[in-house]
């Protein structure tokens, strides 16, 4: 069991109160990002539901293990806002390299690709997004997706190089414009229903698990709902609450379920990962900047905007808002966005120093929240979110007396 977790001792814990019958019908992994909690869930879900005894064994390969091993289960629902292009592309380059070498790890690397793509597929299931505006587009992409993806799919035997790589990047398209126009920031109250509805049916295939990433990112109304099945679970349903922000769960949640605590791991542990998982030996850096390697453009670069963005609501001169979004490439994929604001957070630490940069930046990390949902949640264009946010930063800049100062 766990033997894919690599270095954490949660592994062996829950291998224990599995063991034992003693793991409870909700539990909270939480840790650092990139500490292999999503991992460990998928892990818990296939154990959870194998046929055999001794349960869940390494490289079981009953029904329910080979079908948890692709990640095609009825019996397990995925949940919640996650960065899953990155992910896929680098495990698209380890697949694709596998084959054109030829590798003995082919197999694995064939499993690592199929899985990263269905890590964000999982989360569009249909029972989830029941009575969504967006049901239709979303099925009909998905449906492309797995039209490819079963040409790459056990047990057929692969295409050729060419057809191989094509399909890859066919596929980790399709995913990036999934995940960017459609992956909710936040879990909607209707899936967190539907959700519910589902766990209620009693399952043929046994015990179903519902695993829910970034569980802190809950709007409170949703939060609520959750807390109620919480209170009272359905019989044979396991919910995993993955969070890396354990503060910012609600008491009431943290009370309902047992916390397995995930460790961050050493460079040296997360470069044995890099090699492990996906076939990089020369890689010096963590996990979280290998993956951001297969970012368009580089971490550097959109540094570098964000510090033109900031030093020019600083030195209150207007800059070219058009050149810097087109040097983000639009902030395709979101997650650019993302390092984007928080750059400029990071750019407003020193003003922390004092007691009016203090209510500034608070008052600017608002602003900066506001900027991110008008682009991913009432899909404004990146350059009328960033006019708006430069207004807006400008005023408050003002307001305080020129507070905020330019960034090195
Ligand atoms: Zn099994």
Redesign the pocket.
Known sequence: MYENLVNQAAGKLLAADIKHNRLPGAVLFAGPEASGKLTAALETA?ILS???TP???WL???P??LQHKALVCSNLMLMGPRDCSLEISAAAKTFTEAHFINAKYIDAARYLFLRSVRKLTLRFNGILWEGDSNLNKIGSIIEEINESLEQLDFPRDLPDNGTVKKLCEDISKLCTKLEDDFLYDSIPINQVRNMEAWAHIKSEEGRKTVIIENADRMQTSVRNALLKILEEPPEDVVFILLTSKRNAIMQTILSRVRTYNFTDRSLEEQREVITRVFHNDDFAGNLNDYLLTYLPVTPSEIKNQARIFYNSVASRQICNIDEIVKKCEKFYPRIELRLFLSNIALFMKPMLNSQAGSEAAAKAMQLLRNCSDNITLYNQSPVSALEILMRDMFALNNSFGGVFCAAM
């Open positions: 296939r194998c046929h055999q349960q869940g064994k079981c390969e009953c329910s293990c």
